[in-house]
Nanobody
């Protein structure tokens, strides 16, 4: 299975974006899925996760603003990001939870700036 993250871009503070993570195969066959992000000069962090059963968890830093969902039929996991802040600027990646090195891709850049 290969993972491809997309949907990033430049958005103003307070704006919204939806990221997509498309898998080449059954996305939940490799386990729970997550969205990670890495801001410049910072360590990569897990911001949201979802299991094959639909249970989700969201990091405190984005709780109430970010929502993760999955569509098994489309082999895709989404991250809806609302009320974006400049500190959300980062490269966003999808991977399984816990992560596996083989699934790290290039990610998608989200820039929140006016």
């Amino acid at each position: 299975v290969q993972l491809q993250a997309s949907g990033g871009g430049l958005v103003q503070p307070g704006g919204s974006l939806r990221l997509s993570c498309a898998a080449s195969g059954s996305i939940f066959s490799i386990g729970a899925m997550g969205w990670y992000r890495q801001a410049p000069g910072k360590q990569r962090e897990l911001v949201a996760a979802i299991t094959s059963g639909g249970s989700t968890s969201i990091a405190d830093s984005v709780k109430g603003r970010f929502t993760i969902s999955g569509d098994s039929a489309k082999n895709t996991v989404y991250l809806v990001m609302n009320s974006l802040k400049p500190e959300d600027t980062a490269v966003y990646y999808c991977n399984k939870v816990p992560d596996r090195s083989v699934f790290w891709g290039q990610g998608t850049l989200v820039t929140v700036s006016s």
